[in-house]
Nanobody, 133 residues
Framework: QVQLVESGGGAVQAGGSLRLSCLATGYTENWFLCLGWFRQAPGKEREKVAAIYEGGGDPYYADSAQGRFTISLGGRHGVYLQMHSLKPEDTAIYYC??????????????????????????WGRGTQVNVSS
């Protein structure tokens, strides 16, 4: 059974930093995964933040994350999200998600993530990030 567990959330002041971690367990085959971070603020729809392919290549970043957040791999099926220069509008529950298959890591995978077409299959329960002004 695939499970994703996030950690690293917390409360920081604006301008501060946090590093989120996620580990996906239960995959029985040696697939390269696509791993992503999403977030949902109160009263708002879930939005994509960043994504990365275990097989290599450039990560994907949403405009809101570009230049402030860095996604990186952490061992097999692990992923980090380093967040700097946090703003109050970054306050949200942050979720880790994974998918695999032919579309994962293919030529258009980042476009699929950006457009919302990427079919993330498994999700964690989330970790809360609170940024105060």
């Amino acid at each position: 059974q695939v499970q994703l567990v996030e950690s690293g959330g917390g409360a920081v002041q604006a301008g501060g930093s946090l590093r989120l971690s996620c580990l996906a367990t239960g995959y029985t085959e040696n697939w390269f995964l696509c791993l992503g971070w999403f977030r949902q603020a109160p009263g708002k729809e879930r939005e994509k933040v960043a994504a990365i392919y275990e097989g290599g290549g450039d990560p994907y970043y949403a405009d809101s994350a570009q230049g402030r957040f860095t996604i990186s791999l952490g061992g097999r099926h692990g992923v980090y999200l380093q967040m700097h220069s946090l703003k109050p509008e970054d306050t949200a529950i942050y979720y880790c998600a994974t998918y695999w298959g032919e579309a994962c890591g293919g030529p258009g995978w980042a476009r699929d993530v950006a457009s919302g077409r990427a079919a993330f299959q498994y999700w964690g329960r989330g970790t809360q990030v609170n940024v105060s002004s």
